[in-house]
């Protein structure tokens, strides 16, 4: 009786405001972004000719980190799959071969993907002792008579989920170069004016 493998599952990827592509994983790592929220990173396929890249140092190690785990782990894991999958007979007919090579294919494009980044990117330091909002500055925020932090990166490690906006966002551009105390206000990508108080500024 032949052996099943699980099937994967499919995130999509978003770099600031642009979605970029999808890529499978059947776990997840704790050191590797998972994205459906960027992250940094899993996986993009997009033309990025024009693109500037910034990183915070943080960011630059996470895909580091990420580059590493795919070339080795994830690639000899899928590699074992694909050759499992074949002794299972025709791949003609092999949904489990088709979902390996899928996988594979993903994993290479986002393998690529980090490797033009970190060759591309600029890696920039948050000054220690500034007292306006840069990129890698922590901030926070009265929005509404609420109160948001904020991480600003740039698009490559932008993480919603985490609270990390790119500077290229409309709330990340409107945030830098204020300082604390300042009234700061912004149209969203639906339209909707923003208006936001900073309270705490951290580097």
Same mark, same amino acid.
């Given at each position: 009786?032949?052996?099943? &493998?699980?099937?994967?599952?499919?995130?999509?990827?978003?770099?600031?405001?642009?979605?970029?592509?999808?890529?499978?994983?059947?776990?997840?790592?704790?050191? !590797?972004?998972?994205?459906?929220?960027?992250?940094?990173?899993?996986?993009?396929?997009?033309?990025?000719?024009?693109?500037?890249?910034?990183?915070?140092?943080?960011?630059?190690?996470?895909?580091?980190?990420?580059?590493?785990? &795919?070339?080795?782990?994830?690639?000899?894991?899928?590699?074992?799959?694909?050759? !499992?999958?074949?002794?299972?007979? %025709?791949?003609?007919?092999?949904?489990?071969?088709?979902?390996?090579?899928?996988?594979?294919?993903?994993?290479?494009?986002?393998?690529?993907?980090?490797?033009?980044?970190?060759?591309?990117?600029?890696? !920039?330091?948050?000054?220690?002792?500034?007292?306006?909002?840069? *990129?890698?500055?922590?901030?926070? !925020? %009265?929005?509404?008579?609420?109160?948001?932090?904020?991480?600003?990166?740039?698009?490559?490690?932008?993480?919603?989920?985490?609270?990390?906006?790119?500077?290229?966002?409309?709330?990340?551009?409107?945030?830098?170069?204020?300082?604390?105390?300042?009234?700061?206000?912004?149209?969203?990508?639906?339209?909707?004016?923003?208006?936001?108080? *900073?309270?705490?500024?951290?580097?």
């Amino acid at each position: 009786m032949c052996r099943r &493998l699980g099937r994967a599952h499919t995130a999509f990827l978003y770099i600031g405001r642009h979605s970029v592509g999808a890529l499978t994983y059947r776990e997840k790592k704790p050191h !590797v972004r998972q994205s459906g929220v960027p992250v940094v990173g899993i996986g993009q396929v997009r033309s990025m000719a024009n693109d500037n890249f910034i990183l915070t140092q943080e960011g630059k190690e996470k895909l580091e980190e990420e580059l590493h785990y &795919l070339e080795t782990e994830k690639r000899a894991e899928i590699g074992e799959r694909i050759k !499992v999958a074949r002794e299972f007979g %025709d791949i003609s007919e092999n949904s489990e071969y088709d979902d390996a090579k899928n996988e594979q294919g993903m994993m290479e494009a986002r393998i690529a993907e980090i490797s033009r980044i970190l060759s591309e990117a600029t890696v !920039v330091s948050t000054p220690k002792r500034s007292s306006k909002v840069n *990129i890698g500055s922590m901030v926070t !925020v %009265d929005m509404g008579g609420k109160e948001r932090v904020f991480t600003i990166v740039g698009g490559a490690e932008s993480d919603a989920a985490a609270g990390k906006i790119s500077n290229e966002s409309p709330v990340g551009a409107a945030l830098l170069g204020h300082k604390k105390g300042d009234k700061v206000e912004t149209t969203g990508p639906t339209g909707r004016d923003i208006s936001m108080v *900073i309270l705490k500024i951290e580097h």
